[in-house]
């Protein structure tokens, strides 16, 4: 089994472990091993570190790198800004001089950057190591018939010329609504589907201008797509649309019910038949309808004798 | 506005020593802008016109501005720029001139403690409903990992964050 090691970032593992359960349930059946980095911390996410100085940020980042390099493994991010994080300082450590004062750092702590692990995110692998084929066989239930807004998020997508895993077109981005695809699910097109869903650094320094440039993706993806609900790769995106909708909802921004959202391998976890107490457990929007449609005995396919 | 070349000088000088390395490439196109999810969002100093400013030589003047903060990362105006600006890291190299003389929001401060006490900047205490979905109640992260709190703070501490009197 090809082992990964397996990046966990903030938000998953502290308020979301759910997603990080789907995770630790999906990939030993589909054929990787995901590996844990033992004290790994922060990416450092962008309000820290990248915030004051660009060697202080490829420290901890690197440090970070070190112990997936010290296992041998690649690394494996489930957040999109993990992702980015890490992989930009890996970029910039390409500058030689950089390298070295940044590796100056870490032998305070004994440690040395060396450069030898990839950095992947989960959609990556399972796009391109586990493919559409193998999810298709691992599926307990089909979700024909199911109609699936799809939400990239930002930092898989650009500068495409620091990722090791590109999408064909960053501004039309295909890698989830394939992955999506696979499950059965429909995945129609909205025209703001790469468009910023205001997490992050927006929403911590002006809530109500994220809220603005949320609403109006939601109510592109409800006008365009009338979804029964939203799959997203981003853990952050994840959040905004979970907590967001609500807040739109009960300011009567909006004039329709909330869309549940899953994180795309917590929708492949349900298709999987795991437990949605174990994987799809946390929400502020209630998620039991759309649960109990996805494992629905109608849906059940047969299996091979 | 009187232009003065000194003032251009300063203002380049800090963005390219903060990682701007690109912003003297700029031609003010707007391309940046017109991609940009924080200028959407109404933001007034991002991208073409916070090149725009600092290639005036206004530094001081707009070091109030929360705008930077705004900024999300995501790079599209990197992607979209014809002329390998790279105008986020302009952004962030703002953002660092602004953060190392502490003009940036209080409420930025929680995030820095939680980096620096428990390697995350975001940190709430995760075993309760870790333990509801089954998962071991600590993460195998810095949180509940004394040896990697340890290494992040030595290396805060020996870095110009830790010269700001935070921690």
């Known amino acids: ?217 939601l109510q592109s993806i409800k006008d365009e797509t009338d979804a029964d609900l939203i799959v997203t790769t981003c853990s952050s995106c994840f959040l905004q649309f979970d907590m967001s909708q609500p807040i739109l909802k009960e300011r009567g921004l909006i004039d329709f019910e909330p869309i549940p959202t899953l994180y795309y391998t917590q929708l492949l976890a349900l298709a999987m038949g795991f437990d949605p107490s174990q994987v799809a457990a946390v929400s502020q929007i209630d998620r039991s309808a759309i649960i109990a449609e996805i494992q629905s005995e109608k849906r059940l396919i047969k299996e091979v004798a | 506005m009187i232009i003065d070349q000194q003032k251009i000088d300063e203002a380049v000088n800090t963005i390219i020593g903060y990682g701007g390395h690109g912003i003297l490439n700029c031609v003010q196109c707007g391309a940046c802008s017109a991609i940009c999810p924080g200028v959407r969002a109404g933001f007034p100093l991002l991208c073409r016109n916070l090149i725009r400013h600092l290639l005036n030589g206004e530094l001081e003047e707009i070091i109030e501005d929360s705008s930077s903060w705004g900024c999300q990362a995501c790079n599209r105006c990197t992607e979209v720029c014809p002329r390998d600006v790279r105008p986020q890291e302009v952004v962030f190299a703002f953002r660092r001139y602004q953060a190392n003389e502490l003009a940036f929001s209080t409420s930025s401060i929680t995030s820095q403690m939680n980096l620096y006490e428990t390697g995350h900047a ?6 309760a409903a870790r333990k509801r979905v089954g998962l071991p109640e600590e993460t195998p992260t810095s949180a509940f990992d004394e040896q990697a709190k340890q290494e992040i703070q030595t290396l805060i501490n020996n870095s110009p964050m830790g010269e700001l009197g935070l921690f």
């Open chain 1, 1 to 217: 089994m090809e082992k990964i090691g397996l990046y966990l970032g903030c938000n998953i593992p502290l308020k979301a472990p759910d997603i990080e359960q789907s995770f630790r349930k999906i990939l030993p059946a589909l054929g990787i091993e995901p590996v844990d980095l033992q004290g790994a911390s922060c990416c450092p996410a962008w309000g820290t570190a990248p915030s004051f100085d660009l060697n202080t940020w490829c420290a901890l980042s690197s440090r970070n790198l070190t112990i997936a390099e010290a296992l041998g493994v690649d690394v494996m991010t489930g957040c999109n800004s993990c992702f980015g994080v890490l992989s930009e300082a890996k970029h910039f450590l390409e500058d030689a001089d950089r390298r070295k004062a940044v590796n100056a750092s870490l032998a305070t702590i004994n440690r040395e950057f060396k450069g030898t692990s990839d950095i992947y995110h989960v959609a990556h692998v399972l796009h391109r190591k586990v493919g559409a084929e193998k999810i298709r066989e691992n599926l307990k239930y089909s979700l024909d018939g199911l109609k699936i807004a799809v939400q990239p998020g930002c930092h898989t997508l650009w500068p495409s010329d620091v990722y090791k895993v590109k999408e064909q077109n960053p501004y039309y981005p295909t890698i989830l609504r394939e992955l999506c695809e696979a499950t059965g699910a429909t995945v129609p097109h909205y025209s703001r589907l790469e468009s910023c869903c205001g997490m992050g650094g927006m929403r911590s320094t002006d809530v109500e201008k994220s809220l603005r440039l949320f609403k109006d993706k």
């Open chain 2, 122 to 127: 975001v940190y709430t205490d995760p075993r």
